[in-house]
């Protein structure tokens, strides 16, 4: 059997590839802002993971956020747009903003946990929105 694709067939060939880059399960994606906060004062630099929960039957893409002066933004240069729906989001933050011209040892030191990484589940939207996390004291506690 031979292989022949014309014009066309090599055009749907790469619009079949660009369907399956533009996102796992084939949902919309979208983008979530808002503050972060830690026993509601401002975490100073962090990040967040949206990871959907397939144990919920929710699929998709996991999307992230920079957390810089208590608020993240998916939408930022770091930052990925998640489905909306159950997931499980991790919250990872330092007690200061990261200096890189604190030096040791030849490598860039990083300020100290605010907390230990703190993972809890949440819906989250089916739509572009503002979610505000706060990370409760217990979380400190956590070893």
């Avoid at 014009?7 to 060939?13: D, F, Q, T």
């Avoid at 962090?46 to 929960?53: M, Q, R």
């Amino acid at each position: 059997m031979r292989l022949w694709m014309g014009a066309n067939g090599c055009c749907c060939l790469v619009l079949c590839f660009a369907g399956l880059l533009s996102g796992c399960g084939g949902g919309k994606a979208y983008h979530l802002s808002g503050k972060a906060t830690f026993k509601g004062k401002d975490i100073p630099e962090g990040y967040i993971i949206f990871e959907p929960d397939g144990s919920k039957g929710n699929m998709g893409q996991p999307g992230r956020a920079k957390i810089l002066d208590g608020q993240y933004s998916t939408r930022d240069e770091d930052g990925m747009s998640t489905v909306g729906g159950p997931h499980v989001i991790r919250i990872v933050a330092h007690n200061a903003k990261m200096d890189t011209s604190v030096v040791k040892g030849g490598e860039v030191v990083m300020p100290d946990l605010l907390f230990p990484p703190y993972s809890f589940n949440q819906d989250l939207p089916s739509e572009h929105s503002e979610v505000d996390f706060d990370v409760p004291a217990e979380a400190a506690k956590k070893k």
